[in-house]
């Protein structure tokens, strides 16, 4: 019997679909694979598998189901807990989190032997929880996890459950428990001179920071994980922050020179519009029209992910609004509300309809005045510092 979430999950699909098919071929493979778990024979769902997996019309998605099965044929656990995780790794992309927690769990319980598999797993289970928002049970996740490092002696494990607990801490906004997990990892990180989670660490760190209202504490915590964070795509992230936290202390000129290394040399498209948005915001923020045309046209012809479009045409409002034009900024408003709902982004949607209200009244709304946070006169010196750093960095 498939599982609940790829049940519900298939419900939800035309029949004879492509992504129909798709999922009952993986629902299928899941179900071979949780049969190898329980010890018993996992041939005759392998075949049936087999049948369905051949009616997948993408050839990728196919390629991921074709090897996972020809792990299960050959019973290799660890094998096949590895082709799950990246089976999970392909659902976590496509945002089907339910159904990609039930792909970890059974990878979970295959990798029993297999440290790294183990965690990679867990992790990948724990993630979908969060974007589910079902916090006790990522919660449970990461406990087991910790519970896994101190019973085999890993304190690699130990410590990833406590760095992911301190996640769904900040998920809960219970700031000081997350800030306590986040403190033990960091140290335990440094004294044992594990430099990739001591980076993953810190730049939790950061965002913890940045939840508090605390620029400066996002600059301080990102500028010293770029020392230990290595994978481009994750450095692109983090110098994206760094430009929000300075725009947000109001040094436009540091968070335009960082953004602009960004839109330069990100490894990802949505990265490079993303910084393209915020040279656009703090185009608006210093009056330089010219600067924000050259940015809106630019984006107005691109391509953007829906969470993009939406912070671009409340860009367009915000910029319409601060010059008076309030009809194109209600129109400018009203796209982003549509693209918010349309895709689901309450949160973005919100923001829309309580802007659209102050615009029609002609009132620039609260949101779009601009005021920087101030910097407090003991952290001038170490920004200083680390402006200069970031000089070099940025290639400027």
Request: proline content about 4%.
């Amino acid at each position: 019997m498939v599982s609940n979430a790829f049940a519900e999950r298939l419900s939800e699909l035309p029949p004879e679909s492509d992504e129909w098919r798709y999922h009952l071929a993986g629902s299928h493979v899941l179900l071979a694979a949780e049969e190898l778990a329980r010890g018993t024979s996992p041939l005759a769902s392998t075949r049936i598998a087999n049948d369905h997996m051949r009616r997948v019309p993408d050839l990728a998605s196919q390629a991921i189901l074709r090897d996972a099965l020809l792990a299960i044929t050959g019973q290799n656990s660890s094998a096949v807990a590895r082709r799950l995780c990246i089976y999970g790794d392909h659902l976590h992309a496509a945002a089907h989190y339910a159904v990609a927690a039930d792909v970890f769990d059974c990878a979970a319980r295959l990798s029993a032997r297999d440290p790294s598999l183990l965690l990679r797993s867990m992790l990948g289970r724990a993630f979908a929880f969060r974007m589910l928002r079902r916090l006790d049970d990522a919660s449970q996740t990461y406990a087991a996890l910790r519970a896994a490092g101190l019973s085999l002696r890993i304190p690699r494990l130990e410590l990833e459950g406590i760095l992911g607990e301190a996640k769904a801490s900040m998920d809960r906004g219970n700031y000081p428990g997350a800030e306590g997990a986040l403190i033990e990892v960091i140290a335990r990180a440094r004294e044992s001179n594990d430099r990739e989670l001591l980076g993953r660490a810190l730049t939790d760190a950061a965002r913890l920071a940045g939840v508090r209202g605390n620029p400066v504490g996002v600059v301080e915590h990102s500028f010293e994980s770029l020392a230990y964070v290595k994978e481009s795509r994750m450095q692109d992230r983090i110098f994206q922050n760094i430009a929000f936290a300075y725009r947000e202390m109001g040094r436009g000129r540091v968070a335009a020179m960082v953004a602009s290394h960004v839109e330069r040399a990100a490894v990802d498209l949505d990265q490079r519009q993303n910084a393209q948005i915020l040279l656009y915001n703090l185009a608006i923020d210093a009056g330089h029209r010219e600067d924000a045309h050259v940015y809106e046209r630019a984006l107005e012809r691109a391509e953007l992910p829906p969470v993009l479009q939406a912070e671009f045409h409340e860009a367009v409002a915000r910029d319409r609004a601060t010059n008076g034009q309030f009809d194109q900024a209600i129109a400018a408003a009203e796209r982003m509300a549509h693209a918010a709902e349309e895709r689901g982004l309450t949160e973005l949607a919100a923001r829309a309809e309580a802007a659209l209200s102050d615009l029609r009244r002609n009132v620039v709304p609260a949101v779009y005045r601009f005021r920087p946070t101030p910097v407090p006169r003991h952290a001038v010196r170490s920004l200083e510092g680390i402006d200069t750093a970031l000089k070099e960095l940025c290639g400027v």
